[in-house]
């Protein structure tokens, strides 16, 4: 479980959203990309400011009731201060589970879960490379990644159904394979919030997320992130 952040852990709150695009070419196959701007609102005095955009495109390839595998090629840019910017290369191959299985509907290529409660679980390994725009040392690492997934919906017997508002929520923690030199290397992070499913095409979400960071694996956690995490999906 997690514990309370530190009392001396230094905080900030961010805004974050999310513009995702898919195209479920097959009952097997889906194509899609995330684009996601971000952007410091506060910080502790003295700390600069930030803003990041992420591009994301993925693949999926759904094998049966309770398993797609996944494959990301992340590319981000952040202008971290006034004189310092970053770019990250980052390529990544998982897979979910869905711990409560799914049908597929022949029609829409659409997976349906059998149960009103959706769980899922998202493991990746990622190959973290960050450029920068100074003299300051190229990085690059492995880590992995876990993310439990929960959806509740609220006025429909499933999320998957047209006019659905859900509840949802996650917790994952990112692990290095080394202790790299980048301060949010090593997190865990909490997002829940509600959804909505206008119909197959548009989904909405709104969340509040919490980042807790530390160094290496045996320090304490010394910075807590606040977000505003707000999405939008379009499916075809």
């Given at each position: 479980?997690?514990?309370?952040?530190?009392?001396?852990?230094?905080t900030?709150?961010?805004?974050?959203?999310?513009?995702?695009?898919?195209?479920?070419?097959?009952?097997?196959?889906?194509?899609?990309?995330?684009?996601?701007?971000?952007?410091?609102l506060?910080?502790?005095?003295?700390?600069?400011?930030?803003?990041?955009?992420?591009?994301?495109?993925?693949?999926?390839?759904?094998?049966?009731?309770?398993?797609?595998?996944?494959?990301?090629?992340?590319?981000?840019?952040?202008?971290?201060?006034?004189?310092?910017?970053?770019?990250?290369?980052?390529?990544?191959?998982?897979?979910?589970?869905?711990?409560?299985?799914?049908?597929r509907?022949?029609?829409?290529?659409?997976?349906?879960?059998k149960?009103?409660?959706?769980?899922?679980?998202?493991?990746?390994?990622?190959?973290?490379?960050?450029?920068?725009?100074?003299?300051?040392?190229?990085?690059?690492?492995?880590?992995?990644?876990?993310?439990?997934?929960?959806?509740?919906?609220?006025?429909?017997?499933?999320?998957?159904?047209?006019?659905?508002?859900?509840?949802?929520?996650d917790?994952?923690?990112?692990?290095?394979?080394?202790?790299?030199?980048?301060?949010?290397?090593?997190?865990?992070?909490?997002?829940?919030?509600?959804?909505?499913?206008?119909?197959r095409a548009?989904?909405?979400?709104?969340?509040?997320?919490?980042?807790?960071?530390?160094?290496?694996?045996?320090?304490?956690?010394?910075?807590s992130?606040?977000?505003?995490?707000?999405?939008m999906?379009?499916?075809?």
């Amino acid at each position: 479980m997690l514990a309370p952040c530190t009392a001396h852990a230094q905080t900030n709150t961010q805004l974050w959203t999310e513009f995702t695009l898919d195209w479920i070419k097959s009952k097997h196959t889906t194509i899609g990309v995330d684009v996601e701007p971000k952007v410091l609102l506060s910080a502790p005095a003295g700390d600069p400011g930030w803003a990041t955009l992420d591009v994301t495109p993925s693949v999926e390839y759904a094998r049966g009731q309770w398993f797609d595998l996944i494959g990301e090629l992340h590319a981000g840019w952040t202008k971290q201060t006034d004189d310092l910017n970053s770019t990250e290369i980052t390529p990544r191959i998982g897979f979910r589970l869905h711990l409560l299985s799914n049908l597929r509907e022949d029609l829409f290529k659409e997976r349906q879960p059998k149960r009103r409660l959706v769980i899922r679980d998202l493991m990746r390994v990622e190959w973290r490379n960050l450029l920068y725009s100074t003299d300051k040392p190229d990085s690059s690492t492995v880590r992995f990644r876990n993310r439990l997934e929960m959806l509740w919906p609220i006025n429909r017997q499933r999320i998957t159904e047209n006019g659905a508002s859900y509840l949802t929520t996650d917790w994952e923690w990112f692990i290095p394979v080394d202790d790299p030199s980048e301060r949010f290397a090593n997190k865990q992070r909490i997002r829940a919030g509600l959804g909505y499913r206008r119909s197959r095409a548009w989904h909405f979400e709104a969340k509040y997320v919490w980042d807790r960071s530390r160094n290496s694996i045996d320090q304490p956690f010394t910075s807590s992130d606040h977000a505003i995490d707000l999405v939008m999906k379009r499916v075809w």
